[in-house]
């Protein structure tokens, strides 16, 4: 064991918890395994050691550094613009770089109790011209860089990587987890157009929207697959697992009994009453209005929007075409590994603290892939 040969995932939700690894020299190589679904923490340190030990074993090596896939309700994003006079000289990476330290400080500054996942320049205008990506062999008098920062709160982000210390396994990237499966299904699907990416999980659901390959806001709602379950438990007076399958399972016809004394339709109506309110609240928060004349389309993804996809949908009043992404554990996975391997050229690359002595900047990010 020991060869170092894979790269290992880690999506660690609030109500389940799924990895991947990825065999970097053989594609047909690669091991998934996930937990059961769970409502509440407890138990978590050991759910991760019994996946651990389940990669380890099928992959015959051991697991020294992951890399973290997480959300948060309360993640955030920031768009910040920063702008610097140049000499008329050819515009060099380490300008940009210096534009985008300078910002990344302003972030921190601000946002003292936040991690900052991700990076992306968004816009270029060099010399009063935009550019989507930076151009090569151009000279410049006046740079100004549209800079779009995606952060997660810094308790969360400790709290897994004291986690997995006690299995002496390292942090190697923190990744947004809905950020990452956005752009990872965005380009399986090739999407263009007007698109917003809703994630409906346990306690949140993210928005996350895009035009022409350019990330225009992350939005996050503090409702999800959860609030379902309450609304259930506090109506039908039933406790909180049974209204968990009481929704899983709605639409099979034998989940109502004569033991119960609700209807199906009663049933039917606290979930979609809900399930309503999220996609129009998702939808709201799909970013700027001048964008909604264009073609739009809006794709439900994560656990809790599997209850929106069955035979009674079409119940459901909401104006917008929804499209439905059937995910798996390895899809997740994938997206994250994607995401490291993908990178596209808008995204600053991030990089872990090493022994080895580096440049300044180098220490921070690198630029680019």
Do not use: W
């Amino acid at each position: 064991m020991n060869k170092e040969n894979f790269q290992t995932f880690f999506d660690c939700g609030f109500s389940k918890i799924r990895a991947g690894t990825f065999n970097t020299k053989n594609n047909n190589k690669n091991f998934f395994s996930e937990s059961k679904f769970f409502t509440d923490q407890l138990n978590l340190e050991s759910k991760i050691q019994n996946i651990i030990t389940s990669l380890e074993k099928d992959s015959d090596e051991y697991i020294n550094t992951v890399n973290l896939m997480i959300d948060s309700p309360k993640m955030l994003s920031v768009n910040i613009s920063f702008s610097k006079r140049l000499d008329g000289s050819k515009l060099k990476k380490t300008n940009i770089q210096f534009l985008v330290q300078e910002a990344k400080q302003q972030i921190l500054k601000y946002y003292t109790d936040y991690n900052i996942a991700h990076i992306v320049i968004n816009n270029y205008k060099i010399d009063n011209v935009d550019y989507s990506y930076l151009p090569e062999e151009i000279k410049c008098n006046f740079i100004s860089l549209d800079i779009f920062f995606i952060c997660l709160p810094e308790k969360l982000v400790f709290y897994f990587k004291d986690i997995f210390s006690k299995f002496n396994i390292s942090i190697n990237q923190i990744i947004c987890s809905s950020y990452a499966k956005s752009i990872n299904y965005k380009n399986k699907l090739n999407l263009t157009d007007y698109t917003s990416f809703v994630d409906v999980g346990f306690n949140k659901t993210s928005v996350i929207s895009y035009y022409n390959n350019k990330i225009l806001s992350l939005e996050v709602l503090p409702v999800g697959g959860n609030n379902i379950t309450k609304d259930i438990s506090k109506i039908l007076e039933t406790d909180l697992s049974l209204s968990e399958n009481l929704k899983i399972n709605f639409d099979q016809n034998n989940m109502i009994s004569n033991d119960h004394d609700f209807s199906f339709e009663t049933l039917q109506k606290i979930i979609f009453a809900r399930t309503e309110e999220i996609l129009e609240l998702s939808f709201n928060s799909s970013g700027p209005n001048s964008y909604m004349r264009s073609p739009f389309s809006m794709v439900l993804m994560g656990e809790g929007s599997k209850i929106l996809d069955n035979q009674y949908t079409n119940k459901i009043s909401f104006a917008k075409v929804i499209n439905f992404l059937e995910e798996t554990t390895e899809d997740i996975c994938r997206s994250g590994f994607n995401y490291l391997t993908k990178l596209n050229d808008q995204e600053v690359i991030m990089i872990p603290k090493k022994r080895i002595k580096q440049g300044f900047f180098e220490k921070l990010f690198h630029l680019f892939k």
